[in-house]
Each structure stands twice: as C-alpha cells, then as structure tokens.
C-alpha cells in the first residue's frame, strides 16, 4: 500500500471515529438521525464503533448475528434470578441496555413502554438490562415506572451487552432475539417514537 493510500484510509478512519464519538456526545443531528435508523446505517455504525473496540476478554462467548444468543443468567430487581432467552422461549425479545444516569437511554423509554403494553403477548417482549446500580434503577424506576422487566448486569468488558454484540458499552443499545434465541438485530442509539414496530418485524 503506498504513503497516499494510508494517509487516505487513516484519514478515513479518523473520520468515522470523529462521527461516532459526535454521536455519542451530540446525538446525531437532523441530517443523520434517518440515515442511522436504516439497517444499513446501524450496519455501518456498529462497525465504526467495533474498530477501537478493546479485545474480547477470553473465554467471553459473544453472539455474531444469526447465532444463538449466550444463555445469560441476571436478576432481576428483587434479586430473583432469570435466565434468558429461556424465561420467554418461544417468544421473540428486545433487549434494551439503559442506565439511570444515561439521558438517550431514559429519553426512550416511554417509547419501550407504550411498545411493550401495546404489542400483547404474541409480539416481542421488551426485557431492559440496566448496566447499574441496583439502588440507582430501583430510586429511578420510582419516579419513572416501567412495566416491562427490568434486569440488572455490572458494567464492565464481560457485561452482557458485550456478549450481544456492544463490545464498546455504547447506550442505549437494543438487540433483537429472535424466538429460537439467535440474534437478529442489532441497535445503537434511541429509538424514535413510532419506531420500533417497523424495526421489530422480520
């Protein structure tokens, strides 16, 4: 590869760091929000965003879309623990990574809520994995109830957002499971009011 060439790739990569990270500050603004809501953006996003990831913690098993999920084992907010996919097998899941203090992430979650009260027991069930304190979700969840389980992981390199594909941590992030339990999708970034059924369907 010539010295042109590398400058032109580096300057490349720069580039898409240099939009991830303004997203992820910023949000992405009214010329990319559409383009980053298509498959094809969330494709490119989440590739940008794998470059600098730091390395798989080994043993770490990590899904690849269309793979089976790892089983995860996580409790839930009484300490109860629930394995998943298992404890809705037969049904598709939309698991949503949020914290308390991420803004993205509390900004959406009506949106999450007024899906899973509206799409019955036949659709997708919504599953929130709070990378989080516990008694920061439970003081949160006082004054912003949701009625979908909430579940709660420690963040870190192991966390279960890294096996379902967010090897940086990024927030909110959503994966789509399908009813064998293999990973179907893959979300960075809040969902848009209206939104998810359109992102749910096959």
């Keep these: 590869m010539s010295t042109t060439s590398r400058i032109v790739l580096v300057a490349v990569i720069a580039g898409l760091l240099g939009v991830v990270a303004g997203i992820a500050i910023n949000g992405p603004g009214p010329l990319l929000g559409p383009a980053l809501r298509t498959e094809l953006g969330q494709r490119v996003l989440q590739r940008a965003v794998a470059v600098h990831a730091p390395p798989t913690p080994a043993g770490l098993v990590v899904a690849a879309?269309?793979?089976?999920?790892?089983?995860?084992?996580l409790a839930d907010l009484d300490g109860r623990p629930v394995a998943l996919p298992k404890a809705f097998a037969g049904r598709p899941i939309l698991i949503n990574f949020w914290a308390s203090w991420c803004?993205?992430?509390?900004k959406e979650m009506p949106e999450?809520?007024?899906y899973a009260a509206e799409t019955g027991p036949?659709?997708?069930?919504?599953v929130g994995i709070a990378l989080d304190r516990p008694d920061d979700v439970?003081?949160?969840l006082q004054h912003t109830p949701v009625a979908y389980p909430i579940l709660i992981d420690v963040p870190g390199p192991r966390d279960s957002s890294v096996q379902l594909g967010n090897p940086k941590g990024v927030l909110p992030?959503?994966?789509l499971i399908g009813a064998d339990g293999r990973l179907l999708k893959q979300?960075?970034?809040p969902f848009a009011p209206g939104e998810i059924e359109a992102w749910v369907r096959p």
Excluded: H, S, W
């Design 65 to 73: 879309r269309g793979e089976r999920m790892p089983p995860l084992a």
């Design 103 to 106: 803004g993205p992430c509390i």
């Design 112 to 114: 999450l809520d007024r």
């Design 122 to 126: 036949n659709g997708a069930q919504v």
């Design 138 to 140: 439970r003081a949160f």
């Design 173 to 175: 992030y959503t994966a």
């Design 187 to 189: 979300k960075i970034g």
